[in-house]
């Protein structure tokens, strides 16, 4: 109910503005009708062909100004009453330039409309520049402003996820505020051992952070996915390049732009937890099963149920016994009936966004100014969490003479979190596995109780709060010298200021008469702060030339990367006064007034790259293109004689639709482009800074051995490293192919790659264990990746003035380990051959329904049965399938050649993403849907979330809505009898709970990830009142979810979460409202 | 013209960025590189004192002694498992078939001796250069703290494997190298090198520890060490004699492998080892025993009861040197472990002690086995004992340790209240032998108060800071006693005084001889494992020098040690031992509404039937425990098995027998085999 009120009173204020603004309007509008009764009506006919006089059907016309129009008929004829001498009237039709004409006096018209050469000439940001989209050669995926227009997102990387085939946006650890999604390109790049494989992120130039931007500023994402299109980055670009081109201003008007939107989160898939009554029924079947006897006695059923029925008030604890001033242990004794995911997360929460932005310029100097506000609050009920993110950019462009212009980009980021200590990553886990619904949130008297219970910490043991500043500082002079040459020469400088506080508060529990005392006594004052200084120059030319038909443009540049960081954190213990929290107001004593020594630490780190490249493209006649890339890049994280690689690219196109015997074809399809490319990459985003020094691990007042009462000082062995450690090569083969037909109605594309990551840094082999320390990473795997991406779009406006798109685009991939040292074909690590993500697990043959069942399977098993897997099988235990005959289950020796009795089962990779975007207008109403999801992927999700009870005990199980659905064979059972259930009988005991045919996930789903409609208000109103334009929208996020996963889990966030149990901060459906208004 | 000044500008500031060739070369900044430490003294005793715990990748703290975990009963809890104590749950071990090779992982591992191996390999030249800044003497004493730490983790594995490689330097990632260094020493051999390990420690280390706490090892515990790692292979060479656990012994492994094929015993024969360790044993245990007086017991006379007897335990030092905060005023404690709310190192001790020990209790076996004040045997005619009917009663004109260290309902557990402690329990309860909980269950119905501290500010939950013990003079004594037996046959002025001084502490009758006289081993076996050696029972002088450290080492985690030594577990080959717990179906069952004490229905029966035992049987409560019928024994379990994947790595061609390493007698190298014999 809560959502829907708050819903509903922002729509209100929202139906608020519309009308005043359509006051506005139609006072405006009674205006301009006086004014145009002055002048005579009149009616128009007319007809619209194209270049070779043929009829268009369909074509739009508008009156300039207003909505009202009509289009043309099957004969391509039009007739448009109402018309006045001034009017002008707007032709437009897909595939064809828009036109103009003023009806002046006449009363028919013949319209003439051209083909749509400014859509052939769209041009594209590549690396270092820009081409025209038909002359692409590499694989390239673009993304306008629309996309991310009105998403309702925290930050730019979700508006991202499902826009462009083979980008992979993944929210898997959950949407805490300030989590940010995980990027790659083309699946996985590297297995993530020693180095990763993230792409690179580039804006306006420079490396820089998606996560922190205002979607409002992005002009244009190019996604550069092939080597061949990002090999000009050369190491930092192995897996891909991210390329973001913020708005500039344009010479003429000065436009201004804001645009606000108001939102409502409220949590999705938030796990619902058993009544106490079923959990400790479940509980104690668990421990029961297992002959562990019950852990919640038949005196505590009683006072559960009691409590349950209002029978003990609000005594949601008794009296400890033994102990009569205080309350009872909260697991012991506790009698509430608590859904703890419920008591700490709200069901909405609001936030708000803010924007504005003003552009112009003259013919000299332009410029783009923007401001924006993001104010997020944040899921947390107790405690309470929020964001705020301040965007400050500027961009400006002066030109000192007709050959220099100089720019200067600068943008201020501010982003400022604010949370409870307590929520930590494993706030979560913590929920699940100790949050038994038994235990009180409240003590008898109303003071928040924890005996332990995670919400007293939450909500006064302290916060943490973060500050992070990102400052980009970039001049640009680019000169042209002569015609077709230009140099660029950018200086690229950023600052990450980072500081983080945290204050871990003494919290105070109550005993039975209301007294407070000491729960928690630690307290301390922790602060960090680190600075990182990126330095970016980048110098490069390029020279275009046109001879005849043989195009030619070379380029040939710089460009090196230096970073340098520094940090520095204290934390110190004993706050004096809990509301100052700051080092000063610390004593550096305990609780007890021992002296504790402050933990400091503070350190600087760098790195360097530098690179030498140089491109050609030659094409002739926009009918046969050919491109070359090579990169000779070194870097500072390995020695000498390692540092250095050449990296070479090539790509080569050929438009059909260009060629003469084409031509009858060309007015169906204007396009018809095969590509293919090849370039090798190399990647040395080593984890390490520093692979290849060894270093002594040296800490200060940290010893776990305490020497006179105080934490000594420590050092250990340094671990090994391999000195030879070098490039990993990235190869590429990519082929595709690009359509647009029907006057660009209908769009392809089509990319098919495979691509070699051959010298990776891989999981070091194994050794004999006498090594007594890791074996270091070397460059000792290869692996290959294959997949393709297509996107397809239909766009058409009808008869009728709608206008429609449909998109649907879709990737996939598959890696494969083609060479790895795993001599013993150990199971648990890499094997040549094997596909990444494979998942190996045992046959289920099902439940035994009865112990005869279970003692029938076991006797065919003569050697021993399902010993291997635990002991004392009886009915509701699973039955497993001796797939090597071998009168055993086991998993053998665990080696590719002994398996023993798994195979596999699935894989886990993500496969056939995708996405379909659908868009219609008309009339300014406009609608956008935009659904996303993955066809295909297994998951088994081992954790105790999924299973209930599990192996590690009490203290690591919990007990969902869904663990109900377990077996229970007595008739006798307070719970019922459950034969043909989902789980097999609780125990805390792994024996059932291997991986396994019965219980592996589905993880394929579909989403809507963004509903949105908007209205534009008609301009003749809004001109009025000096505003170009209004809209207003209402859009949804994450509405709604198809999927056949267990209903626990989020299939974005099923691998999340501490240990990758899938148990995560909840993600939101985002309901939001706000208007977007030029001047 | 001016194309030309472009190109020159645009080359010269690219030159100007490339020229400079060291802009690659970024070392790192904030690391320390190994030439640059370990030659200052504080340098070698920050690295010495992170051998003893340290964080593991995890950030878990690891402890390299047994100490007091964060959910654990601590040290008091180690001996779960062995006849003295058991947990709610049987274990394994005793379940011959369910001990299984691993496929991988376990104890085969050689990370902190690698550890040790690094310091050594780098400070010995250096410090035999005279090039370590500071005290000499502080000097020698962290190097000799290095070697200790080495012997401690060598004598970890001999008592896990026997045989196992010496590898005494860091090794390089070589595949041949390693597998090389596989290769198994005869245990003797690896005993031998850890004696030599702590004879350098012995020569190089101050008497008493250098941080004046005993937080820090000193020549003491070094002799201790030494003591007990000689002791514990002359016990085991002379009790597997002949057997494929001893090396050139029937069936040895060992004796596959080409470089153990024609091992010599270095002083020639199996027995002329026996005596070199027993030697060995007795010159060291006789130096910390003469230098280290026992701590005194105040309480010798089972005079106090109820509060008093909480109030004089309080400040008896011989109680409140297992839970004191600080014990480094007890004489008898060489090197303890402290622990600080403020550092985080805390743990949940002291709550487990005011309750159910989480859930490890002590056996009727362990009970038993104490003597009466008299110095009798419970079972002798004339002893006294009034029968177990209750605990207060068993505790009558008992040794004096059961009467302090046994806990019974009523008894005052807290004297110093504290709000800090919202879990401590301030008066004894009735042992709550149903909970389904194996963390507070009382598994047995006994329970003790050794480590307990009387100050409720411990009893935060998780929240404890007592200290552990790691090393107790008095094991020297002990040690000094049975080594002099097993080697004269008698026992010397000097073993007979400490034991006098021993069991004049305990409150029991010093005239040992007497007891000696009237034991009768075969009662005894009922109740202790230790009563036998390879199936056989042992005289009755050697019996109640084993008695002694039963009672006196009572949940000091040296159990399985000495039964494994002893081989004390060859008679459970053949007859099933029944773990017990006190006298449930005596008076003691209506300490309890009866409707919980479920019984005969199967899985939720919550105690084991009367029909059984009128002793709580904590294994025995279902028919689907594997442990129904009682404990059982295989050979193998005398020893670990070695994981599978250890013999694939070092083999070609994925043929396990070209390893040079064998698996331990009664295992199979098959991942998930169970013991053979």
Known sequence: MKIKNKFLFILTISILIMPSLWAIGK???????????????????????????????????????????????????????????????????????SIEVKVENQTSLIVKLEDNSVKMDEVVVVGFGTQKKVNLTGAVGTVDSKMLQDRPVQNVAQALQGVVPGLNISQSSGGNLGNNPSINIRGIGTIGAGSNGSPLILIDGTEGDINSLNPQDIDNISVLKDASASSIYGSRAAFGVILITTKKGKAGKTTVNYSNSFRLSSP???????????????????????????????????????????????????VSANNPQYWGDGYATGNDNIDWYKAIYKSSAPSMDNAISVSGGNENVTYYLSGDYLNQVGLMKIGGDNSQRYNLTGNISIKLSPAVTIAYNSKFIRQDFDRPSAETNGLNQDLARQGWPTLPLYDPNGYLYSSPSPALALQNGGRTKTQNDATYQQVQLIVNPLKGWTIHADLNYRVYDNFNHWDDQQTYNHDVNGNAYLFNSYSDVHEDAYKENYFNPNIYTDFTKKINDHNFKVLVGYQSELDYTRSVAVTRQGIIVPSLPVLNQTTGTDASNIAQSPTVSGDYQQWSTTGVFGRINYNYAEKYLLEANIRYDGTSRYQQDQRWTVLPSFSAGWNVANELFWESLQKYVSVLKLRVSYGELGNQNTSNWYPTYLTMPVGTSNGSWLVNGLQPNTASAPGLIT???????????????????????????????????DNMTGPAPELPTTLGTSVPAAN??????????????????????????????????????????????????????????????????????????????????????????????????????????????????????????LKIIGNNSPRYTFGINLGADWKGFDFKAFFQGTMKRDYFQGSYYFWGASSSGEWWSTGLQQHLDYFRNDPNDPMGLNLNSYYPRPLFNGKNQQTQTAYLQDASYIRLKNLQFGYTVPQTLTKKIAIDKIRIFVSGDNLWTLTKLAKMFDPETVDGGASNNGNVYPLSTVYACGLSINF | MKTYKFIFIFVAVIGLFSSCQDFLDRPPLSQITPDQYLNQESQLASYAINLYAYKDGNGNIVSVFPTHGAWSFGTFGIDVNTDNMASKDYNNMYVPGQLKVAQSGGDWEFSNIRQCNYFLEKVIPLWKAGKIGGDAGNINNYIGEVYTMRAWNYFTKLQKFGDFPIIKMTLTDNMDVLTNASKRAPCNEVA????????????LMKTTSIDGKNNRLSKNTALLLKSRVALYEASWLKNFKGTAFVPNGTDWPGKSKDYNANYLFPSGSIDAEITYFLTQSIDASAQVADAIPLVTNTMTAEQQTGLAFSQASDVNPYCSMFGSVDMSGFSEVLLWRQYSKGSGLTHNVPNYEESGNDGIGLTRGMVDGFLMANGLPIYAPESGYMGDDSIAQLKINRDGRLWLFLKQPGQINVLYPSNIGDHATPVELIPDITNGSAETVYSTGYT????????????????????????????????????????????????QSYWTLIRQRAGVDADFNK???????????????????????????????????????????????????????????????????????????????????????????????????TYLRPYERTTTSLAYNGYKWAMAHYLQPIATSNFLITSKNNDVTTSPIYQNPGWLVTANSGAQN
């Open chain 2, 448 to 495: 003790i108060r050794k480590g307990l501290n009387y100050n409720q500010n411990q009893c935060a939950n998780g929240g404890g800071y007592t200290g552990a013990i790691v090393f107790r003079a008095v094991e020297a004594y002990l040690n000094y006693i049975e080594a002099y037996y097993l080697l004269n046959g008698n026992l010397d002025s000097k073993a």
């Open chain 1, 723 to 757: 000195s030879t450690l070098g490039w990993e090569k990235v190869s590429t083969w990519n082929g595709g192919v690009d359509v647009s037909a029907f006057n660009s109605r209908l769009t392809l594309s089509y990319d098919n790659y495979v691509r070699f990551t």
């Open chain 1, 27 to 97: 006072s405006s509008a009674i205006d301009s009708l006086t004014s145009q009764q002055q002048q005579t009506e009149g009616t128009i006919k007319g007809k619209v062909t194209d270049k070779s006089g043929e009829t268009l059907i369909g074509v739009s016309i508008k009156i300039k100004g207003t909505n009202s129009g009509t289009i043309t008929d099957v004969n391509g004829s039009f007739t448009l009453s109402k018309v006045t001498p001034s009017t002008i009237l707007i032709f437009s039709y897909i595939g064809m330039n």
């Open chain 1, 268 to 318: 999705i898939n938030l796990p619902q937890m058993m009544n106490s009554y079923d959990f400790a029924r479940f509980f104690n079947a668990a421990n029961e099963n297992g002959g562990g006897g019950a852990i919640f006695s038949d005196a505590r059923i009683q006072s559960i149920q009691d409590y349950q029925n209002g029978k003990l008030g609000n005594k949601t604890i008794p």
């Open chain 2, 192 to 203: 031998r090198f850890i004696i030599a390990d702590l004879d350098s420690a012995i020569s």
């Open chain 1, 780 to 901: 000792n795997t290869n692996m290959k990746t294959a997949g393709f991406e297509l996107n397809l779009a239909w766009k058409d406006r009808l008869s009728n003035g709608l206008g429609y798109s449909i998109g649907f685009l879709m990737a996939d991939s598959k890696s494969f380990i083609t060479n790895y040292p795993n001599p013993t074909g150990n199971l648990s690590t890499y094997k040549s051959g094997q596909q990444i993500g494979e998942i190996w697990g045992y046959q289920t043959i099902g439940i035994a329904q009865t112990n005869d069942q279970m003692d029938a399977h076991l006797a065919a098993l003569a050697n021993g049965g399902q010993n291997s897997l635990g002991t004392n099988w009886q009915a509701g235990d699973i039955m497993y399938a001796d797939l090597n005959k071998d009168g055993k289950i086991d998993g053998g020796a665990g080696t590719l050649s002994d398996h023993g009795d």
């Open chain 2, 515 to 613: 007891t000696i006289a009237a034991t009768d081993v075969s009662q005894e076996a009922k109740n202790d494992w230790g009563a036998y050696s390879g199936g056989q029972l042992v005289d009755q002088t050697l019996y109640n020098i084993r008695r002694e450290r039963r009672c006196e080492l009572m949940a000091e985690g040296l159990r399985y040690m000495d039964l494994q030594r002893w081989r004390a577990m060859d008679q459970m080959i053949t007859t099933h031992y029944h773990i017990e717990g006190f006298k449930l179906w005596g008076p003691i069952k209506n300490w309890y509404d009866i409707s919980i004490l479920k019984f005969g229905i199967g899985d939720a029966s919550t105690v084991s039937d009367p029909s059984l035992s």
